[in-house]
């Protein structure tokens, strides 16, 4: 957390599981298996943890997902605000969403939709306040989808390939360029909070 006004910064949920990346996770994209393989090193499980954000277009709920994991979760930000809080209270505010695929990019609309990446998929996905979860589009140009942003009735997403990168490939980079910078149309508007 960060307090623009004073600078000041605290963190919240260190360590907490629902932050980490699920032991054993193993992602299957573009139809394999994938583990961190470095040239000379032993394969080992992805190592990545909260990374997903978004935020409630009131402001009052954070949403969050590790990278290596298929859960969301949601925790109130007054919890995250209060400096007096310890971690073990906020925990105890945390709620579990359930599945929601596996992501590396979250954003919301102003309706309370939380727009998903999907990069076992190839996908873009809808969770909408119901829970329900929406395809919006699965194309084989969504290489490892990543951060999302709404922006002029456009869902903007960011394709980095990040699973062909070279330390998932024993040092052999597979990315094949030009990255891209995929949009569609959307009937909604970016959460700007004040």
Known sequence: MVDLASGKSWRKLTGDETVKP???????????????RPKGGPATHLGFGADSLAISPDGATLYYAPTASRRLYAVPTAALRDQGLSD???KKQVKDLGEKGAADGLAEDTAGNIYITNYEQGALVRRLPTGELQTLARDPRLIWPDTLAIQGSYLYVLN?????QGGY??????????????????????????
């Open 160 to 164: 980095d390939q990040l699973n062909r």
């Open 22 to 36: 699920v032991p054993g996770f193993v992602p299957y994209v573009e139809g394999q298996a994938l583990f961190q």
């Open 88 to 90: 073990a209270e906020v």
């Open 169 to 194: 490939h024993f040092g052999k980079d597979q990315r094949v360029k030009p990255y891209t910078l995929l949009r569609m149309k959307l009937d909604a508007k970016p959460v700007l909070l004040k």
